[in-house]
């Protein structure tokens, strides 16, 4: 069964030869390759205001700029998040893009009692992380604190589910060995648009 997929490249620096682009780049050719439809988003590539307000928040509108992302976020059935860790979670650029796009009206709805109303129930996700410590040590001494507060206070509360998790540690030694094999994991998660 094929599946409409948005690949959210969250890498706030354009350089082609970003480790983050090559896993993105497999990921959407093992799923295209599978036939699924398969929509890119490039933060680095976006102009967008970020949000200072919390009027802005409720009761502003998405910025014409990120219209064609917030369109293709709402059709997809499967979301997948790549970027870096930059101080224990995600980069500026990527928290200010959901920002934007994770909002009321869009992601989810005040309800009557305070809780909120998700809008974006149905829909998978998996959040692909680069790191330069082994990803075992985040998950331990950390916590995952960055990886679990994006799973947990965004996507989960605007309705994705299930949230998957792939984290690549020691990125900066890894060998041309070990980043063919992590190019490799990435296509086959794409062809199952897992």
């Not at 307000?53 to 976020?73: M, Y």
């Not at 974006?120 to 082994?134: E, F, Q």
Request: with cysteine.
């Amino acid at each position: 069964m094929t599946r409409r997929i948005v690949i959210v490249q969250g890498h706030p620096d354009a350089d082609p030869r970003r480790y983050c682009r090559a896993l993105a780049d497999a990921y959407a050719q093992g799923a295209e390759a599978a036939g699924h439809e398969v929509t890119r988003i490039d933060i680095a590539r976006l102009d967008f205001p970020l949000l200072r307000t919390q009027e802005d928040f409720l009761h502003g509108s998405v910025p014409q700029e990120l219209e064609p992302a917030k369109e293709a976020i709402l059709r997809a059935e499967h979301l997948v998040f790549v970027f870096p860790l930059w101080l224990g979670t995600m980069p500026a650029l990527l928290k200010g893009f959901l920002e934007q796009i994770m909002r009321p009206g869009v992601a989810f709805a005040y309800g009557k009692h305070g809780f909120p109303e998700t809008l974006l129930k149905g829909r998978s996700a998996r959040i692909v992380v680069t790191m330069g410590m082994p990803a075992f040590f985040y998950r331990w001494w950390f916590f995952g604190h960055g990886l679990r507060g994006m799973r947990r206070n965004i996507l989960k509360f605007v309705g994705l589910g299930p949230v998957k998790e792939t984290l690549f540690g020691m990125i900066e030694p890894a060998g041309d060995r070990k980043r063919r094999k992590w190019l490799d994991q990435m296509r086959r998660l794409g062809e199952r648009a897992a």
